[in-house]
């Protein structure tokens, strides 16, 4: 049966789960006369002062370009994958990030979170930020500019640290908008908005959606998601194969369900202190001008599932644990050794070259060196950064380390959650289950990429993170 409220959306199994897909595309002649209306140039006399153009696809919208006289905008048409509170999150988000921190962000000029309209779907629209993606600048830029860059996106961080209706952070886990603090008029955390909560049938799960007072309450509503998702597979299973995956999958759900309340409390009160945070903050999220400085700060709402199994949630108060991570653009394998260029194999860079500002085509120049050299000194320079990062945030936030030793387990155990929930790696996520039961922290990143040999559960190669983690593990009984 069709669901209403989400007219316009259905939903395709590509073999990695559901996969949204517009039933009819927003005409641009509507988009244009919404784009007009607003700008205030509605008159027929403003007809050719307006111009409109199809600009990309993301997981669930569709961006215009919108050239007026009266500047350049972006239109950005959402599919209704959680009605109203996905395009009222993120203007709200927007609305006081601009307001309350200096991160550049798109000014909002209008919105219409419902369907109610000519264009048929919800819709923002937002002021165009200058740049490009930093994607497309960083073989360029020099290791001192990405410095700046990276103690630039520390600041942020700080920023939204104190950023909320308390004026340090919010209390509660879940996306802005909901409502507004009677006495400051900033938006307090509402239900979430995730994809792990709404892709496909999940939308309809009878599952709490927030907001949740504690990170325990809102993992175990991930939980609960995951497993009544692999009880319906099992019953359903056609096969061997898709019998034992839904077996092996609830039973590392069910195991990450028996630790929960020895990871998180249980009861917290008053509840949990949250920030906002930006989960998806990428090189393609963050834009720079030809020098390499920020400009502006895109994709808080980019709402997508990752291959690597983690998830990217829709800007929205989390955790002060979350928040204790590095930025996405800074995540990769340890390298504490700059690669030297000599040493790799040459190859011809033919087509691959491309321009930076030529932002239809995703190849970027190689130099005529193989990829393995840009995947090695990328971890290198992430290597490097994120001291970069952590010496930025201990100047701006007094205890930073701390933060991040007693959030490691943590970060850990939603890693855990998220890759569970789309099926990655689970005989390697229950070895880590197992350890932390046996009171051993591994690092969950460590014990992904070699596993545990069942001989030597503490193999040399795994490393432990943190003396935070450490305790929390000796606590678990």
Not at 24 to 36: E, F, K, L, N, T
Not at 121 to 150: F, N
Not at 315 to 337: D, K, N
Not at 442 to 454: D, N, P
């Amino acid at each position: 049966m069709r669901d209403a409220s989400r007219d316009g959306l259905a939903w395709d199994d590509n073999g990695l789960g559901p996969e949204p897909r517009w039933i009819r595309d927003p005409d641009i002649r509507a988009v244009a006369r919404v784009c007009r209306r607003h700008l205030g140039m509605a008159d027929a006399a403003s007809e050719d002062s307006l111009d409109v153009f199809f600009h990309g696809d993301g997981a669930f919208n569709k961006l215009y370009r919108v050239n007026s006289i009266h500047g350049h905008f972006m239109m950005r048409v959402s599919l209704p994958v959680d009605p109203r509170n996905k395009t009222r999150g993120e203007a709200a988000t927007l609305q006081l990030v601009r307001r309350k921190t200096d991160i550049p962000v798109p000014d909002v000029v209008a919105f219409d979170d419902s369907r109610s309209n000519e264009i048929g779907y919800e819709w923002l629209l937002m002021d165009r930020m200058p740049g490009v993606p930093a994607h497309y600048r960083w073989r360029k830029m020099s290791m001192a500019q990405k410095e700046t860059l990276t103690a630039r996106v520390a600041a942020f961080q700080a920023q939204l640290f104190r950023c909320g209706n308390l004026g340090d952070g919010f209390r509660s886990i879940g996306a802005l908008g909901a409502g507004l603090d009677s006495e400051n008029g900033i938006p307090e955390p509402g239900p979430i908005v995730s994809s792990f909560f709404f892709s496909g049938p999940r939308y309809h799960y009878p599952v709490p959606r927030g907001p949740f007072s504690s990170s325990h309450d809102w993992l175990r509503a991930q939980l609960n998601i995951i497993i009544k998702e692999h009880t319906t597979a099992l019953a359903e299973a056609k096969n061997d194969d898709d019998r034992e995956y839904a077996e092996s999958a609830l039973r590392v759900a069910r195991k990450l369900l028996r630790i929960l309340h020895k990871v998180f409390p249980a009861i917290v009160h008053p509840p949990e202190r949250t920030v906002v945070w930006h989960d998806d903050l990428s090189l393609r999220n963050i834009m720079v001008d030809n020098k390499g400085g920020v400009t502006a700060v895109i994709g808080w709402y980019a709402t997508l599932l990752l291959l690597s199994g983690m998830l990217t949630e829709c800007a929205t108060t989390m955790p002060r644990w979350v928040a204790s991570q590095a930025p996405e653009f800074l995540r990769g394998a340890v390298r504490e050794t700059r690669p030297d260029r000599n040493c790799y194999t040459d190859v011809d860079n033919g087509s691959n070259a491309s321009c930076a500002d030529d932002l239809d085509d995703d190849s970027l120049d190689n130099e005529g060196k193989t990829e393995l050299y840009w995947i090695h000194l990328m971890e290198y320079e992430q290597t490097q950064l994120r001291k970069v990062y952590a010496a930025r945030m201990r100047q701006l936030r007094p205890g930073w380390d701390m933060e991040v030793e007693e959030g490691a387990l943590k970060v850990d155990f939603l890693g855990a959650v998220s890759r569970c929930g789309s099926g990655f790696y689970l005989r390697r996520i229950e070895q880590w289950v197992d350890a932390v039961e046996r009171k051993e922290y591994l690092s969950l990143m460590e014990v992904l990429r070699v596993g545990i040999k069942k001989e030597n559960s503490n193999i040399a190669g795994l490393k432990t993170t943190s003396s935070g983690a450490l305790t929390l593990v000796s606590r678990l009984s």
